[in-house]
């Protein structure tokens, strides 16, 4: 039986002065926190054996899988199974006093938190993202490998391979800036799944790092 880990790596810190939902929005690269955030993550990989990185088309997967894939003489291969979901508030900042949610116009796409109505079905999310997990397994079979994606699809995932409900409270994901969430399988049975937080000395410089917008 041959045991391999697909380790699911969220991004690092992204450059958002302005603190709108940027999602699937082009432009939104690393700040200087977040490459270095990317940084611990790379060294918490040092000495692991990865022979496959995967990562999200959106520039801050991309920045923050360049540096794991040079520490192991790879390449990146996108994989747009990896991208953010979709939000229909993409470009705006979040919220009731600040943003769209001040206008009552807006309140119809929150009619339905379970499916959820402002965005990608959290069925498809689950869907997609299970099948870059398999892929990247297969690409890895003995070995392991990291897929850089983006905090709602990990954590989807992550509630999917558990059996839990995929809707849920936001606040309360386990899936931080630049943490890894790895995947054990053996053979094509997944036995179990680890958490660890590489960045987290730097995450707590960061008073945005645990918010939802755009992760």
Known sequence: MSRTV?????????????KILYGRLPGYRLSELGVRMADAATKALAGRDVIAVFSSPLERALQTAEPIAAQFGLQVSVDDR?????NLFEGYAFGVGDGVLRHPGNWWALRNPLRPTWGEPYRQVAQRMYAALLAARAAAIGHEAVCVSHQLPIWILRRYLEHKRL?????RRECSLASLTSVRFDATTVVGLDYGEPAAHLT???PGARDAKGA
């Open 6 to 18: 697909v380790h699911l790596l969220r991004h690092g810190e992204v450059d958002n002065p302005a």
């Open 82 to 86: 990896l991208i953010e979901s979709e």
């Open 167 to 171: 809707w849920h409270d936001p606040r």
């Open 204 to 206: 707590a410089l960061s």
